[in-house]
C-alpha cells in the first residue's frame, strides 16, 4: 500500500530552510518518494484547520519505505541542516489497498 507523508512546516530562517529543501529532495527521490504538494496555496473548504505556513505530502510506495526515507543518512543531515531553519511536526499514513 501506498503511504503518504505529511508536514507542517513553520520557517523562521528561510536561507538555512533552502539548504534543507535540497537535502530532503535528494533524499525522498533516493528512497523512492514523489511530492504530491509542496508549500502550494492552502485554502480551508470547512471546519476549524489552523492554516499551517507551509504543507508538503509526499508519497512513497510503502509505510515501510517511508519510514527508511526518514530514518537514513542522508534525511538525517537534511534534518540537521534544519535545526534552526523551522518547526515541523511531520506523520505518515498508508493509503488504502489498490
Known amino acids: 500500500m501506498k503511504a503518504y507523508l505529511l508536514v507542517e512546516a513553520k520557517v523562521s530562517d528561510a536561507q538555512a530552510y533552502a539548504a534543507y529543501k535540497d537535502l530532503a529532495a535528494a533524499a525522498i527521490a533516493r528512497h523512492g518518494g514523489r511530492y504530491l ?29 517511508a519510514k527508511r526515507f526518514y530514518d537514513s543518512p542522508e534525511y538525517r543531515q537534511a534534518r540537521a541542516a534544519r535545526r534552526d531553519a523551522a518547526t515541523m511536526n511531520m506523520l505518515v499514513v498508508e493509503g488504502l489497498p489498490l
Open 37 to 65: 504538494a509542496r508549500g502550494g496555496r492552502i485554502e480551508v473548504l470547512e471546519g476549524n484547520w489552523q492554516v499551517p505556513e507551509r504543507l508538503v505530502i509526499v508519497e512513497f510506495d510503502s509505510l515501510a519505505q
